[in-house]
């Protein structure tokens, strides 16, 4: 009782100052959106349960293959590294962050458990050198009128007040954006993902309950993709598209395929290594995942779709979202 009155108050308190949050500037208009996630280094714990297979490699093709098309904007979706505040793990990440700059692409960056693992203020300290637009309790850019939302999900890292200041923030945002005429759709990002087969991961109850709601009512989210989960996936909830991108050179990790109430739309895409583009068409999005063959000789074109406006406002309960983890 204690704590939930605790957190009423920072809510509270939070108003007054939810106006203050940091937010990008308006990036140049750009034609491709470009998301990447779990680009971390394998860990030899993590080695012990899942098998390697050129995972390094994977994510330097990746770069390489990001770099090559020269994306205005490109944001990385968390586990950028697998010990965020080891400044040698920070090495590779470095040059190609570097090399984006040079091509004149703005990279947006949010953490992930990695990211912040061991030594959350060291590994924090580090993010922030590298995504100096980063705001660990939430910020967004905008750029041809789409709205991408970067959120912070290591919950059990952020304090009461944190918590209750994104909160605020993420609700008052995407009530502004729904209102904003320049603004025609928007893609909400954090790292842990609502919805996901993973047997080692799960899905997050946390996002579920914060974040999930307030894009499933909004009138212009199209998309929410996260990472975590080393695989492809994508769900459709309450008329909404969510994707799990984890493919950025982690270590492949199983799925349950068993959960009815969890239907998988990509069952049959399932690329080890993989990144996305999106392209705004009208208020609409064209989605498309690029994976790497298997060979590692080059990339092609996977799973492709548009998301569907909804001109309706939907709503969805703590119920209907529990009833989604009873398998």
């Not at 920072?10 to 106006?19: D, H, P």
């Not at 779990?38 to 050129?54: A, C, G, N, S, Y």
Request: hydrophobic residues 40%.
């Amino acid at each position: 009782m204690k704590k939930q009155l605790t957190f009423l108050l920072a809510l509270f308190a939070t108003q007054c100052s939810v106006m203050a949050q940091q937010q990008i500037p308006i990036a140049s208009e750009a034609s491709e959106l470009f998301f990447v996630s779990d680009t971390q280094q394998p860990m030899w714990v993590e080695k012990i349960l899942l098998r390697p297979h050129e995972n390094l490699r994977a994510t330097a093709d990746i770069f390489e293959a990001i770099l090559l098309q020269k994306p205005k904007n490109l944001f990385m979706l968390g586990d950028v590294v697998s010990l965020g505040f080891a400044n040698r793990k920070w090495k590779k990440v470095d040059q190609f962050l570097d090399s984006c700059r040079k091509e004149g692409t703005q990279v947006c960056g949010l953490l992930g458990n990695h990211d912040v693992m061991g030594r959350r203020k060291k590994g924090e300290l580090n993010f922030q050198k590298r995504f100096p637009m980063n705001v660990r309790t939430g910020y967004m850019t905008i750029t041809d009128s789409v709205a991408i939302i970067m959120l912070n999900s290591n919950f059990k890292t952020l304090s009461i007040l944190d918590i209750a200041n994104q909160q605020a923030w993420y609700k008052k945002t995407m009530m502004d954006l729904d209102a904003d005429d320049t603004v025609r759709a928007i893609i909400v990002c954090c790292h842990h993902a609502p919805f996901t087969n993973s047997k080692m991961v799960g899905c997050s109850v946390d996002v579920q309950e914060n974040f999930v709601p307030d894009y499933v009512k909004s009138k212009k989210a199209r998309l929410f993709i996260t990472g975590h989960c080393h695989a492809f996936e994508h769900f459709k909830m309450k008329g909404k598209d969510f994707l799990v991108i984890g493919g950025g050179g982690g270590l492949r990790q199983p799925l349950n395929v068993s959960k009815e109430d969890m239907t998988d739309l990509a069952s049959d895409y399932k690329p080890r290594y993989h990144y996305l583009s999106v392209k705004r068409i009208d208020d609409n999005l064209l989605v498309t995942s690029h994976f790497l063959k298997e060979d590692f000789n080059g990339f092609e074109t996977g799973m492709t779709f548009n998301t569907k406006a909804k001109a309706e406002h939907l709503a969805i309960t703590k119920d209907e979202l529990h009833g989604k983890l009873a398998n």
